[in-house]
């Protein structure tokens, strides 16, 4: 019996002696795998979304083809998958609605027999009407001509750059590319379909990851997910810097912290509508879905694909202490080539917050690109060069904030 019972015993052993070694060594493995995720953004996903984002599904997630909506389920999709929290108990959309005049038809343009290329040689000025029409034009300077019968106007511009309007005019406004000006008056033949939309509907998503030690303070993290759609059933304007960048770091970032629980909770809010005028962040800033005194800090991501020329902060001088608390961190640890200070200024989501005294910075990086609100905004020229650093310092300076404040 016995030397059957000890050969028994010593096999079981080894049995759960590999067994155990394996499931050390797996921890290992695991821990280290975390670790390596702690340390580095993951470049890969950010590609990958940014490239989503500007796919012709979404078609330049605005007014035309349900673009908007369709990225908004796909963000969501992302949000869930990285454990994030609806805000409110409502779920995770806010929504409003606004007016917006759409070209979702047909856009056409010939200059005396030549075809032109929307969006490539030639854009719709956002706030015209439709018309359907040909004619000759008169020359009312170099680069101006019009067809005052038909209320059409071509203007010849150096840089095409395309805008979202909220109103409808009573003419057709069209921009050229200067290089095919000629200077003589031409026949032109044009076809513009518009649709005003008096209550278009569009939503905020907003989620929160909650926080381990002061779940009530807050940080914010935001980005606007819209853009300027589609200018006619063909062309859309993909936006890759602006803003799939933003929005694919705010990705990023939600992901870091649903594996790296933070002391303050971290809010993420991709806002609709701000090519429209800042409407979606003016909306939840009058109707905030947290309370906006327990925001500590809020950072708005917009632009943020190239970096060349590193970064400029608006509300720099607004908001010193903070500013100096990032700009040292970016010394010590040599992130981003220079971080310019900017003052106040209008021109992103984070405007309402910090007019409403929430302190607030707008990042954006500068140099690499050209491109902006044209068709040329697209994944496989954005540079992403300063992407990990920038992700790095944000991560970085919401630490320093969650240990320093008061708030
Ligand atoms: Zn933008």
Known sequence: MKPIESLRISRITKIQYLRFAMKV??????????????????RTYAIKTIEELCSQKYFGRGYVKGGLDKSRDFILQELKRWKVSPMSSSGFLQQFSFPVNTFPGEMS????????????????????TGLKASGVLTMKDS????????????????????SVAVQESDYTAILVDQNLLS??????????????????????????IKGRKKPDSLILITAHYDHLGG???????????????????LLNLAKHYSLNAPDYSIGFICF?????????????????????????????????????????????????????????????????SKITAR??????????????????FFIYTNGGIKAYHDVYDIPKTLPLTEFDDLFRLIVAFNENIMKSSKR
């Open 231 to 249: 200018m006619g059933s063909k062309v859309y304007f993909p936006g890759a810097n602006d803003n799939g960048s933003g929005i694919s770091l």
């Open 183 to 208: 200077n003589k008056a031409e026949n032109y033949r044009v076809t513009v379909e518009n649709k005003f939309i008096d209550n278009f509907k569009a939503s905020n998503i907003c989620g929160v």
């Open 343 to 360: 003052g106040k200024a209008a021109n992103s989501d984070h405007y309402w917050f910090s007019e409403k005294g929430i302190p607030s």
């Open 272 to 336: 609709a509508g701000e090519e429209a005028g800042l409407l979606g962040s003016r909306h939840f800033s009058e109707n905030p879905l947290v309370d906006l005194k327990k925001v500590r800090f809020l950072i708005n991501l917009d632009l943020t694909g190239t970096g060349e020329e590193g970064a400029t902060v608006v509300n720099a001088s607004v908001f010193k202490s903070e500013f100096e608390i990032l700009d040292n961190i970016n010394r010590d640890k040599n992130y981003l």
């Open 143 to 162: 680069s101006h001509y019009v067809d005052a019968a038909n209320r059409l106007q071509i203007s010849y511009l150096k840089k095409l750059t395309w």
């Open 109 to 128: 343009l010939e200059l005396d027999g030549a075809k032109l290329r929307p969006g490539i040689d030639f854009i719709v000025s956002p706030e015209s």
């Open 25 to 42: 060594f797996s921890s290992i493995l695991l821990l280290m795998i975390s670790a390596l995720q702690l340390i580095a953004q993951d």
